[in-house]
């Protein structure tokens, strides 16, 4: 029994593959140019691993016969943004060094051996997401998984190795390695920000985006895809512009009272003469007429719009001609409620693995809390935001497999940020004991700032060329991706320390 049928035209799948690797293409180059100019010489040697990074990431995922997927490409992103994380660890780490006045071969040294434990700390609880993805999770949360988990191995192989045998190689020529510039040389460097003491103005405004989130969802819900409420979607193309008007009515003539579930969707989806069509008409339905049946009323019922005449053969078979039904997809009921089970267990167990191994790793268990608790926040405000503009914004909020994935690398990224500070304060807490938690937490946070924006900076611009240039397929679940980045640096430093340091308080108050 076909429970899950998917077709896609050559003509949208070659769009779709040209502006995915435009987009690709101009994110990587962006980012590689950002790391040269923000770390100079060591920015080169960061991109060089970065590029080495890829060519390991796809003989991976090649000699495996993986198919890249959307999801697939959503572990590809948070690998590149991983990987250059851990380079801005290590470059950071140097230039503390290095302001203490050690010499360049030592200060690199010392780099790398500080920042050892915070780069394998957020690599590892982000391949427990993976590991739990993985076991979890349906097909192509199973693409991301299997990107993701490649990803990081590679990406800790070429970050920290490759590099490491790069500087070797440059200091035992006596070459001078630069890790900034003049303007970049002591970025956030001396901040002395009571975050802290905001805690109670952030709870506040945390607590004002919940707020919002749950009414909106209680009175304007979510826009499930097919992948969720089951039915069929249809991308048409038309010879020339049409409205989503014109094409609603076309299909009244044929749908309107045919069915009790024969209520239908109409979107623009990327160019003025495309739509995207979604009924959940006979969808339910196994018998092999249905299909059939259904191209048969979106032809009489379309066909008529373009302005040259098509047979029907034409108008169903994207192979010879580009205007028609371009692509469909068909999701039965049993397979939707599989993937939203499916789904929420996966993400379920990700947060209880990443806090079970934060409290083990960190010995106290109001890191794990406060952690756990942020994440949740993350992934809650994500989906808020896609019910509060869906119907708002000109591209498509649908919640779907792929939105799932994108939750899923939002939790993975944010988890990855909150560790490193986790580790800065447990340092911190070893070097200077008679201070108390509170001034520790602070500088902690201010110490590990300028890494904190670098990290962000570079995920939200190979984000912000994928969403401009990667097409309209993929916009919605970048945009979700975009906003899940900036919500994530907010609460790791706004959200998760303060939520643990409480905790703590209030633990210790009682002993």
Same mark, same amino acid.
């Given at each position: 029994?076909?429970?899950?049928?998917?077709?896609?035209?050559?003509?949208?799948?070659?769009?779709?593959?040209?502006?995915?690797?435009?987009?690709?293409?101009?994110?990587?180059?962006?980012?590689?140019?950002?790391?040269?100019?923000?770390?100079?010489?060591?920015?080169?040697?960061?991109?060089?691993?970065?590029?080495?990074?890829?060519?390991?990431?796809?003989?991976?995922?090649?000699?495996?016969?993986?198919?890249?997927?959307?999801?697939?490409?959503?572990?590809?992103?948070?690998?590149?943004?991983?990987?250059?994380?851990?380079?801005?660890?290590?470059?950071?780490?140097?230039?503390?060094?290095?302001?203490?006045?050690?010499?360049?071969?030592?200060?690199?040294?010392?780099?790398?051996?500080?920042?050892?434990?915070?780069?394998?700390?957020?690599?590892?609880?982000?391949?427990?997401?993976?590991?739990?993805?993985?076991?979890?999770?349906?097909?192509?949360?199973?693409?991301?998984?299997?990107?993701?988990?490649?990803?990081?191995?590679?990406?800790?192989?070429?970050?920290?190795?490759?590099?490491?045998?790069?500087?070797?190689?440059?200091?035992?020529?006596?070459?001078?390695?630069?890790?900034?510039?003049?303007?970049?040389?002591?970025?956030?460097?001396?901040?002395?920000?009571?975050?802290?003491?905001?805690?109670?103005?952030?709870?506040?405004?945390?607590?004002?985006?919940?707020?919002?989130?749950?009414?909106?969802?209680?009175?304007?819900?979510?826009?499930?895809?097919?992948?969720?409420?089951?039915?069929?979607?249809?991308?048409?193309?038309?010879?020339?512009?049409?409205?989503?008007?014109?094409?609603?009515?076309?299909?009244?003539?044929?749908?309107?009272?045919?069915?009790?579930?024969?209520?239908?969707?109409?979107?623009?989806?990327?160019?003025?003469?495309?739509?995207?069509?979604?009924?959940?008409?006979?969808?339910?339905?196994?018998?092999?007429?249905?299909?059939?049946?259904?191209?048969?009323?979106?032809?009489?019922?379309?066909?008529?719009?373009?302005?040259?005449?098509?047979?029907?053969?034409?108008?169903?078979?994207?192979?010879?001609?580009?205007?028609?039904?371009?692509?469909?997809?068909?999701?039965?009921?049993?397979?939707?409620?599989?993937?939203?089970?499916?789904?929420?267990?996966?993400?379920?167990?990700?947060?209880?693995?990443?806090?079970?191994?934060?409290?083990?790793?960190?010995?106290?268990?109001?890191?794990?809390?406060?952690?756990?608790?942020?994440?949740?926040?993350?992934?809650?405000?994500?989906?808020?935001?896609?019910?509060? $503009?869906?119907? =708002?914004?000109? /591209?498509?909020? &649908? !919640?779907?497999?792929? %939105?799932?994935? +994108?939750? *899923?690398?939002?939790?993975?990224?944010?988890?990855?940020?909150?560790?490193?500070?986790?580790?800065?304060?447990?340092?911190?807490?070893?070097?200077?004991?008679?201070?108390?938690?509170?001034?520790?937490?602070?500088?902690?946070?201010?110490?590990?700032?300028?890494?904190?924006?670098?990290?962000?900076?570079?995920?939200?611009?190979? $984000?912000?060329? =994928?969403?401009? /240039?990667?097409? &309209? !397929?993929?916009?919605? %679940?970048?945009? +979700?991706? *975009?906003?899940?980045?900036?919500?994530?640096?907010?609460?790791?430093?706004?959200?998760?320390?303060?939520?643990?340091?409480?905790?703590?308080?209030?633990?210790?108050?009682?002993?």
């Amino acid at each position: 029994r076909i429970t899950q049928d998917t077709v896609v035209g050559p003509s949208l799948g070659q769009e779709s593959i040209n502006s995915g690797m435009l987009s690709f293409i101009l994110a990587f180059v962006l980012v590689l140019l950002y790391m040269i100019f923000f770390y100079n010489k060591a920015g080169t040697v960061a991109s060089i691993a970065l590029i080495c990074n890829l060519f390991f990431l796809f003989g991976v995922l090649v000699s495996f016969g993986a198919v890249l997927t959307l999801p697939g490409i959503a572990g590809i992103v948070l690998t590149m943004g991983m990987a250059v994380d851990a380079n801005v660890i290590i470059y950071e780490r140097v230039k503390e060094e290095l302001r203490m006045g050690k010499t360049l071969s030592v200060s690199v040294a010392e780099g790398y051996k500080n920042a050892m434990s915070a780069i394998i700390d957020g690599n590892v609880t982000t391949l427990i997401t993976g590991i739990v993805l993985f076991v979890f999770g349906t097909g192509p949360v199973q693409g991301f998984a299997t990107t993701l988990i490649i990803g990081i191995i590679t990406s800790l192989f070429t970050a920290i190795l490759i590099t490491r045998l790069i500087f070797v190689g440059m200091l035992s020529r006596e070459k001078k390695i630069t890790f900034s510039n003049r303007l970049t040389e002591n970025f956030l460097a001396h901040t002395k920000f009571d975050f802290i003491g905001k805690r109670k103005i952030t709870y506040i405004i945390s607590g004002a985006f919940l707020l919002v989130t749950l009414v909106s969802l209680a009175v304007r819900g979510m826009n499930y895809g097919v992948d969720f409420s089951g039915g069929r979607a249809y991308v048409v193309r038309f010879d020339h512009n049409v409205t989503a008007n014109e094409v609603r009515d076309a299909l009244s003539t044929v749908f309107d009272g045919a069915d009790a579930n024969s209520s239908y969707e109409v979107k623009q989806f990327g160019p003025e003469n495309q739509m995207r069509i979604v009924t959940q008409y006979k969808y339910d339905d196994a018998g092999d007429n249905v299909t059939a049946e259904i191209d048969k009323m979106l032809y009489e019922a379309l066909a008529p719009l373009n302005n040259e005449s098509l047979t029907e053969a034409e108008f169903v078979t994207t192979a010879t001609n580009p205007v028609g039904i371009i692509s469909s997809d068909k999701v039965g009921p049993s397979v939707a409620h599989d993937i939203k089970v499916n789904s929420v267990i996966a993400v379920l167990f990700s947060l209880l693995a990443i806090a079970l191994y934060i409290i083990i790793r960190f010995k106290r268990w109001q890191w794990g809390v406060g952690s756990v608790i942020s994440l949740a926040l993350d992934a809650l405000f994500t989906i808020g935001l896609f019910s509060l $503009l869906h119907g =708002i914004l000109p /591209f498509s909020l &649908e !919640v779907d497999q792929s %939105f799932i994935a +994108a939750i *899923l690398t939002i939790i993975g990224y944010s988890i990855n940020d909150k560790v490193v500070i986790f580790d800065r304060i447990r340092e911190y807490q070893t070097l200077y004991p008679k201070r108390n938690i509170r001034e520790n937490i602070n500088n902690a946070i201010n110490s590990t700032l300028s890494r904190t924006i670098n990290t962000s900076g570079t995920t939200l611009v190979v $984000l912000l060329a =994928i969403f401009l /240039f990667g097409g &309209e !397929v993929i916009r919605g %679940f970048v945009f +979700a991706l *975009l906003f899940g980045v900036l919500i994530s640096t907010y609460s790791t430093v706004f959200t998760a320390t303060p939520i643990a340091y409480d905790l703590i308080r209030r633990d210790r108050k009682q002993a």
